[in-house]
């Protein structure tokens, strides 16, 4: 017998895509919103709205890059002590001194 071709379920990119807000990664983009909105108009700091535009729009150009930049650097810093990132170190476990400082270590 011959083989059958199977079934096809059609998988949308609202599944399997990150959360975005206004193009940023969610979190990032709510918290940068929540500050540029507090400051600029409790503290009358309007001159600083082009500041936060570009922030918005650096925050833009990384989610497109790499959407789960976040979780993925938290991560990254997560395991310093464990996760040597070149290939064939001599020491197992340690990175160069001043690679991640104890103080970025969640």
Known sequence: MGQ??????????????????????????????????GLTLGMHWYLLTPLWITNHVLLVRLARHDPQMRPVYLRYIRQTNRYVPWAGARRHGLRPEGFAPESTLC
């Not at 807000?21 to 919103?33: I, T």
Request: proline content about 12%; glycine content about 6%; charged content about 20%.
């Open 4 to 37: 059958s071709p199977g079934r096809r379920s059609p998988l949308h990119p609202v599944l399997t895509d990150p959360l975005l807000f206004l193009g940023a990664e969610r979190d990032l983009a709510l918290a940068h919103l929540v500050v540029a909105v």
